[in-house]
């Protein structure tokens, strides 16, 4: 049997804190598989493109993922596709899995690890770009650095006994524990940047140069085709998360910024041929994975720009999965099919 599993089901069984768990651990391992992931993306006589992530694997997971897209930027939402998740005993196919909900979820939350490992801790977060990946990376950033008052025993205590019934609210309906200035927010779409704001106690202001004088951590997640911040819109210090650079054309910094601050990526190969270093001559100072794994200290000091620059890969759409998968059969959420019936 292959059990459906759709947006709704999945924003009743993902739980923030158990996929930073898992993509944490993914990043750590990955670099020792033995079987590279491909991204594979072509353009389409419509207006749109199609891409497909395969395989996803990890050492500790006996199943694999295979992804496909549809991305049209002019649609509502603009991502669009499906994950097989695959025994690796004998490829029997365990689940058929909504991609836009998983692949914003593992975006998002992967992109917090990065901010989290990179950028000083506290002052003012700024957002350029408010649409579901920008989403999931606040709450997973409000995960990994709650308040002071959300550090001690007894709450952590009480926050995992109400965790399922959290996660089964949506993620549009919950605030995270910001206050009013510490989160600026820009969008071509100014009623999105305003719900932005609103969920979650910041302000929106003007445009992306206004973000990055107003924030010490920049988070951009935006389909733009031109850098929206160069090197002098920038200062000393902060540390830039640039999401929309995923495929070739799509940037988001100009390449003196690039040129100027410790670039980690996801990976090294792919950030080169289609993410953000692609065309600039700039090679990658680490990756990710080689900073969770203490190999790489990432920030060096207080006045190093940084940027962490993902392309994103396949295991992360299993490592995600895996955990929806998990929880879906333990709570007996979404529905069996028979295909081969």
């Known amino acids: 049997m292959t059990l459906l599993l759709t947006r709704s089901d999945l924003e009743a069984v993902l739980d923030p804190a158990a996929c930073l768990d898992a993509l944490r651990e993914g990043f750590r391992a990955a670099d020792g598989g033995t079987v590279a992931g491909q991204r594979v993306r072509t353009d389409l006589p419509f207006p749109g493109t199609a891409t497909a992530l395969i395989p996803g694997l990890l050492p500790a997971i006996e199943a694999y993922t295979v992804k496909v ?12 596709g499906v994950i097989c998740l695959h025994s690796g005993r004998d490829g029997e196919l365990l689940a058929l899995i909504d991609s836009a909900t998983v692949t914003a979820w593992r975006t998002g939350l992967a992109a917090a690890l990065g901010t989290h490992a990179l950028a000083g801790t506290g002052g003012v977060l700024g957002v350029i770009g408010a649409g579901a990946q920008a989403e999931l990376t606040v709450r997973g ?6 308040p002071r008052s959300e550090r001690s025993p007894e709450f952590q205590r009480s926050q995992r006994s109400q965790r399922s019934l959290r996660s089964q609210r949506s993620l549009r309906s919950q605030r995270s524990p910001r206050s009013h200035g510490d989160l600026v927010v820009h969008d071509t779409d100014g009623e999105r940047a305003a719900e932005f704001a609103a969920r979650h106690g910041g302000r929106v202001v003007g445009s992306a140069a206004e973000v990055a004088a107003a924030a010490d951590t920049v988070l951009l997640a935006t389909w733009s085709r031109e850098p929206l911040l160069r090197l002098a819109d920038t200062r000393p210090g902060q540390h830039f998360t640039s999401l929309g650079a995923d495929e070739p054309g799509k ?17 090294r190969e792919l950030a080169g041929a ?25 920030r060096r ?9 993902p392309v994103g890969l396949p295991w992360q759409d299993l490592a995600v999965a895996w955990v929806a998968y998990g929880e879906a059969r333990r709570r007996g959420t979404g529905r069996a099919v028979d295909l081969l019936a």
Not at 141 to 146: F, G, I, T
Not at 301 to 309: F, L, Q, S
């Open 69 to 80: 897209n549809a991305k049209f930027p002019g649609a509502r939402p603009a991502l669009r």
């Open 141 to 146: 950033l409000a995960a990994l650095r709650p």
């Open 251 to 267: 940037r988001e910094l100009g390449a003196d910024l690039l040129g100027a601050a410790s670039v980690i990526v996801d990976d």
């Open 274 to 298: 289609m993410g953000a270093l692609a065309g600039t001559g700039l090679t990658a100072d680490a990756t990710l994975g080689e900073v969770l794994r203490g190999e790489h200290p990432g």
């Open 301 to 309: 000091g207080t006045d190093d720009r940084t940027v962490y620059a």
